[in-house]
């Protein structure tokens, strides 16, 4: 018999890749009043590595303007003067305001949780355990039809995995 959904927890690599999946998991949210905690695992800790961690996660077109925007920051960062936590903190905050988790959202409880392991899918996990979430909502990067949708760290959650997984497919273009 299964349980009812009261808290998922919704990872995301802050990618357009994760767009499908955050819908997915914003009308949990909205239409049955499920707490949502939204995980990004960083497997790097140093800011320059950071640095490219965002650089390969968002494009570096995307990193580009988030940099050029936060010119001041991203200097104190390729100097070392910022942490990897205040450039975490940024990216997030610009992840919340692209996407509108922060606007409007009033009867969604967020909780937002951003954590350092160079095992991804151990990290969902361990987080999903945590929070006593009842179900984990992630995206690949391709339909399933077409393959290289389930990487290693959703191979990993899956296998794993003591509560529901939903992977949600990237979109294609057309029907995006």
């Known amino acids: 018999m299964s349980r009812p959904i009261r808290t998922l927890l919704f990872a995301t690599n802050l990618s357009e890749e994760c767009r499908p999946a955050l819908e ?13 905690i939204l995980l990004h695992v960083i497997d790097r800790a140093l800011p320059s590595q950071v640095d490219e961690h965002f650089k390969g996660v968002l494009g570096e077109e995307k990193w580009a303007v ?4 936060h010119e001041q920051d991203a200097r104190e960062a390729l100097i070392g003067k910022m942490t990897s936590g205040r ?14 988790i922060d606007a409007g959202e ?5 909780q937002e949780v951003v954590t350092e392991d160079k095992n991804v899918g151990r990290a969902i996990l361990d987080q ?20 290289n949708a389930v990487g290693t760290t959703i191979r990993h959650v899956l296998g794993k995995a003591e509560m529901p997984v939903m992977v949600v497919p990237k979109r294609s273009k057309a029907t995006a």
């Open 106 to 110: 009033r009867n969604v409880n967020w």
């Open 87 to 100: 450039i975490v903190e940024k990216v997030m905050a610009d992840y919340r305001s692209e996407t509108g």
């Open 128 to 147: 999903a355990e945590e929070h006593g979430c009842d179900l984990i909502v992630m995206g690949s990067r391709k339909g399933f039809i077409g393959g």
């Open 24 to 36: 997915t998991a914003r009308f949990f949210a909205e239409q049955f009043g499920v707490g949502v």
């Open 66 to 69: 988030l940099k050029k925007d």
